[in-house]
């Protein structure tokens, strides 16, 4: 006779077949589980017999209580304990259940490992790409150097100095390099002046914020030194109001105080 597909089961049919019954108590049995795992994924119309029947077997494993009397026992009950004193705990798989089992967890370990390969490059990426990539230049005792910005901005590096930025700037990051150092900046003017595409220059102590303009930062770890050449500038410092520097101004900040330099 042959044996009708489980889509078609009823939840009682399913509650007495010996691999669904392995499936529900045996859930370390990885085969099975993985089993019923694929055949629910193309029967998902089955999904609330499969609850069902699962309920049915709980409930018949489930002790009878001295207040429970013959006659409220049904026969389906009986037959699914029997069922289940019966079942052998290790049975061997059929071929075609086999089958798809192996498959199953071919088709896992390749879809893991493209997932660990995804997330590598995505993290390399991330690191490594164009649009992330920082680029740092220093300079050595004598030396100086010129670098154009992305934006066609330029800065003359001094000695002993380093700079860093992004290699690729876009309209909605702003402008931004971090210097250690001296250097002469000279920055492209934008016609849209809103603070987040204004160009600033940050240091350990303060923040320079330039809109098209000449001007001269010289780090040191004791104090730093800015002189305005032309356009105009801002200083932001921590916990006070920006300060605007006009051509031809140079101060000297140091321990968060500003003091005008002749």
Not at 44 to 62: K, N
Not at 154 to 172: F, G, H, M, P, Q
Request: one cysteine or more; proline letters at 6%; aromatic letters at 10%.
């Amino acid at each position: 006779m042959i044996k009708k597909p489980y889509s078609a089961y009823t939840a009682e049919e399913l509650a007495l077949d010996d691999l669904f019954l392995r499936w529900v108590q045996h859930p370390d049995d990885e085969e099975v589980v993985a089993y019923w795992h694929v055949w629910l994924l193309h029967n998902p119309h089955c999904t609330d017999t499969v609850e069902t029947a699962r309920e049915l077997i709980r409930t018949a494993s489930l002790p009878i209580g001295p207040s429970l009397s013959g006659d409220e026992v049904s026969t389906l009950w009986g037959r699914i304990r029997e069922s289940l004193q019966t079942m052998e705990d290790v049975r061997p798989l059929q071929p075609d259940v086999r089958a798809v089992v192996g498959w199953w967890y071919f088709l896992r370990t390749v879809a893991a490992t493209f997932g660990v390969i995804l997330l590598i490059g995505w993290a390399l990426w991330m690191q490594y790409g164009p649009d992330q990539t920082i680029r740092t230049v220093r300079t050595d005792t004598g030396q100086t150097r010129t670098i154009r910005l992305p934006d066609n901005s330029t800065v003359k590096l001094y000695a002993n100095s380093s700079i860093r930025y992004a290699r690729r700037w876009s309209d909605e990051s702003p402008r931004a390099v971090w210097l250690e150092g001296e250097a002469d900046f000279s920055v492209v003017h934008r016609v849209d002046t809103s603070s987040s595409r204004l160009f600033r220059v940050h240091t350990p102590e303060i923040t320079v914020e330039a809109v098209g303009t000449n001007f001269r930062v010289r780090q040191h770890p004791q104090c730093t030194h800015v002189a305005l050449t032309s356009g105009e500038i801002k200083l932001l410092l921590n916990q006070q109001k920006p300060i605007q520097l006009k051509p031809g101004d140079s101060v000297e900040i140091a321990a968060g105080f500003v003091q005008p330099l002749p």
